[in-house]
């Protein structure tokens, strides 16, 4: 998929301009005229898309070649469902048979094909339920999870890096031997704690940038593939961390 075209000098761009005196606050402003003038948001509605993270996946997938017709998948932090739409499609789930199950606290519109779960991911119960709504394993599980935000950086990073171990701890409990594990992270967030324990448990680990998100954001994916099986014996403190490095969108 090719990224929206940036505009060039000399072609004639037609921006949403934000008065300063709308009465936003200013940070709110920008983040608004940012919004309504990213290609990406504007081809979002065009394509149907219920956010324009659709992309980040989309752009990860068409490079990785991770979603298959027939595979199993389960999404977490799915509101509004940008990710499970594209999923639906991939793998070819159908409302009858679903085999996709998505998960957030937040509330959101059915994505035909797909089942949600509204509740925390982080509440005891939820890797049962979501384990039942899918009816088997999943092959793929993807975590776009994002804490949201205090306004203090620190308390935001550590958040989201906490829901990124939760998901890992999670993936490693309930995937497929040879199924695939993205989940968000941060530039100079990943502990190499984290790391070590993708690489013991997935054949390759490497971190991806899609074009779609956004140069200025920190926001980076961990996607590790091919699960190698839950193996006994093996404690995750046993083997010195190591990890491939690969950015996206070059
Ligand atoms: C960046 S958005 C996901 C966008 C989505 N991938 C899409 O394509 O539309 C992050 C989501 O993570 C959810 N989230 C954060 N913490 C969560 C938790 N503990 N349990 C469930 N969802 C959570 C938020 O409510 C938010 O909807």
Redesign the pocket.
Known sequence: MKKPEKPTSGARVLRTKIKKKSGLKESSRRWLERHMNDPYVQRSKADGY??R??Y??TEIDDKHKLLKPGMKII????????????AVARVKSTAEAPRVVG????E?DAVPGAVILT????DDE?PAKLAEALGGPPDFVMS?????TTGHRRTDHLRTMH?CEVAVDFAISVLKPGGHFLT?TFQGGTENELLGQLKRHFRTVQHVKPPASRDESVELYLLAKHFKGRQPGIEDADVEPETDREQDGE
């Open positions: 219920r956010s993270a659709a980040k996946l999404d977490l932090g799915a509101a509004p469902g940008g990710w499970c739409q594209v998960i957030d606290y937040l959101m509740m925390d991911f982080l939820a776009d999870m994002a804490a949201p829901l968000k």
